[in-house]
């Protein structure tokens, strides 16, 4: 019997042992997994979708740095029983915070509406005003444009900005989806976080490459975007402004004339009439002013920025639209050539 007794005694001892020892191993591990690298106190705006998976969420919060191992979170996940109360929005999470705090504001917070809105390549800032509030978000385009001029947004790729820009350029085109109540801050900071994603800065860097700023090099994506219809033309078209700039010739981009010829009463991006170029008294018109713009002239893709990162090895100085309904161009290395290639671009037009 006193045999039976110890024996059970030392049973319940190394089980105790046992669970003392898997619970800090689970604290110390749930620890280390949501301590990602970073500042315990930096926001990040992580959005869940309609329907998606926990799995799903699991890779997205690792992506964004707030977890280590999805397999860990979806396990925790399973154990708490709530894979079904994960809700859909827009959360403000921070590095540094555990799995347990991370499941309870993904499952617990209150049920809020989540609006998508598309933001489209090439659309100046302008634009996503309007579709913020034609998506009901705000109730005037000022609050999302007096936002954007604020000049406290502290991320490193905006570093090279002039001191009066705005974030034009740097606002990433895409689908997002917001909540209800977001601020314009918050959509704000969703853009620009995902500019710093997209564009990763190994990416970025490739700007000193050129003898250019980033900010100069998000201008060339700017004009890019608005002046190609086929992606294989982009590093091309890139390459044209590049070497311009290279001779101290003016860009001549139609774009930055309809940027600065375009208003919320008319229209923001307005067709061009003979003699606009000479008429448009603007540091944007680039046949009067020589080099870059002050700025970008909207938001690229990120086919546009990888083109202006990476322009194609041409001695291309001119190009033409071939209006042969192709959104394709001519490309010339003299004036005559572009002349003549005028001329063939006027022939394909013709009735």
Known sequence: MLRLMIQSLKVAAVLVLAFVVVFATQRAISHYVTSAHGNESEPITFVVSENESVSQVADGLKQDGLIRFPTYFKLKMRLAHA???LKAGRFTLYKGMSTDQIIEALTTAENVQVITVRFQEGWRTEQYADALVKAGLFQSPDDFMNAVKNNTWNYDFL?????NATL?????PDTYQFRADATPED???????T???KVPKEERDRAQQLGLNLFQVMTVASIVEREAAVDSERPIIASVYYNRIKQNMPLQADPTVQYAMGNAQNDWWPQLQP?????????YNTYQSPGLPPGPICN???KSIQAALNPANTTFLYFVAKDDGSGEHYFAN??????????KAEQNSAP
């Open 83 to 85: 894979d079904s109360n």
């Open 168 to 172: 034009e350029g740097f606002l990433f």
């Open 300 to 302: 690229p893709s990120l």
């Open 187 to 193: 959509v704000i900071n969703t853009l620009l976080q």
């Open 159 to 163: 570093a090279t900005r002039t001191s």
């Open 195 to 197: 500019y710093g994603q």
């Open 275 to 283: 003699g606009d170029p000479q008429k448009v008294n603007s540091p």
């Open 334 to 343: 003299t004036l005559d050539e572009q002349n003549a290639n005028i001329q």
